[in-house]
């Protein structure tokens, strides 16, 4: 299922706190000033940190087409995801998962909305 920075950013606004913003000079979305997940435009992926390394072997060796790293990104927990390829229901869980990890504890407690 081929999906957009405008399908993410769609489904990351229903988590509360999460705001449109800038990093590296591309789109992304933030809670507060930290990243949840930002557009890489040359190749038109979807940069989603908070995946430990062990989790972006599985991910990128499950679904290459969709998960992969580079060089760049070795020591970083992040995985990259093709969004000509990804569907919502293969990021979902992963934006989901950072939001928690990154938000504060009256944005989690309020749920989405």
Do not use: C
Request: hydrophobic share 45%; proline share 7%; glycine share 6%.
């Amino acid at each position: 299922m081929r999906m957009t920075w405008d399908d993410v950013v769609a489904f990351a606004l229903t988590f509360p706190e999460v705001a449109p913003s800038t990093s590296y000079g591309e789109p992304s979305l933030k809670v507060g000033k930290k990243m949840l997940a930002r557009l890489r435009e040359k190749d038109n992926s979807v940069v989603l940190p908070g995946v430990p390394s062990e989790e972006r072997e599985m991910l990128s060796e499950s679904a290459p087409d969709i998960f992969f790293y580079e060089p760049h990104y070795q020591d970083y927990a992040i995985v990259l995801a093709r969004l000509d390829i990804a569907g919502l229901d293969d990021i979902a869980g992963l934006i989901e998962r950072r939001w928690r990890a990154i938000a504060p504890k009256r944005a989690i407690a309020a749920g989405r909305g």
